[in-house]
């Protein structure tokens, strides 16, 4: 589920709704797994200072409702996770306004960005983190970016 919270940037959610599944279908996840909000600059950066410690905005914040230790399985292991016991794995916060001055300097859609965004969230919520997995978790996210089209 896609929530809408701010009013800064225009987003057209059908389309971000139709990624999500994608993903979730890709994963092996459960509809309903998580919940993404769209928020203002102002509340990310509230967010941002009070979960990170770090001043200004952000583009995206995952929220992981279960603390792992090692990240859930991708593919391989998603008919396991189907089987087991359905649990809610967190949420996300993505800023489109920060959203759309990264894109800018990719020289990319706003929208295209917001997918970037809701992929490498989801990722964050299984487990995986870039700061500290040694490259893990961005071998993953490029491939599953060149997967859905996204460079």
């Given at each position: 589920?896609?929530?809408?919270?701010?009013?800064?940037?225009?987003?057209?959610?059908?389309?971000?709704?139709?990624?999500?599944?994608?993903?979730?279908?890709?994963?092996?996840?459960?509809?309903?797994?998580?919940?993404?909000?769209?928020?203002?600059?102002?509340?990310?950066?509230?967010?941002?200072?009070?979960?990170?410690?770090?001043?200004?905005?952000?583009?995206?914040?995952?929220?992981?409702?279960?603390?792992r230790?090692?990240?859930?399985?991708?593919?391989?292991?998603?008919?396991?996770r189907?089987?087991?016991?359905?649990?809610?794995?967190?949420?996300?916060?993505?800023?489109?306004?920060?959203?759309?001055?990264?894109?800018?300097k990719?020289?990319?859609?706003?929208?295209s960005?917001?997918?970037?965004?809701?992929l490498?969230?989801?990722?964050?919520?299984?487990?995986?983190?870039?700061?500290?997995?040694?490259?893990?978790?961005?071998?993953?996210?490029?491939?599953?970016?060149?997967?859905?089209?996204?460079?």
């Amino acid at each position: 589920m896609i929530l809408n919270q701010q009013q800064e940037v225009r987003v057209a959610l059908g389309p971000l709704e139709s990624f999500l599944r994608q993903v979730e279908r890709e994963l092996g996840l459960k509809p309903l797994d998580m919940t993404i909000c769209l928020v203002s600059d102002r509340a990310m950066a509230r967010l941002n200072k009070h979960f990170r410690q770090k001043n200004g905005p952000t583009d995206v914040l995952s929220f992981p409702a279960v603390a792992r230790r090692r990240p859930a399985g991708l593919p391989r292991q998603a008919h396991a996770r189907n089987s087991r016991e359905h649990h809610y794995l967190g949420d996300i916060a993505i800023s489109p306004a920060t959203a759309r001055r990264y894109a800018k300097k990719q020289a990319r859609p706003l929208a295209s960005e917001l997918r970037v965004l809701i992929l490498h969230g989801v990722l964050h919520l299984l487990g995986y983190d870039h700061e500290t997995d040694e490259g893990e978790m961005d071998r993953i996210e490029q491939k599953l970016r060149q997967r859905f089209g996204l460079t």
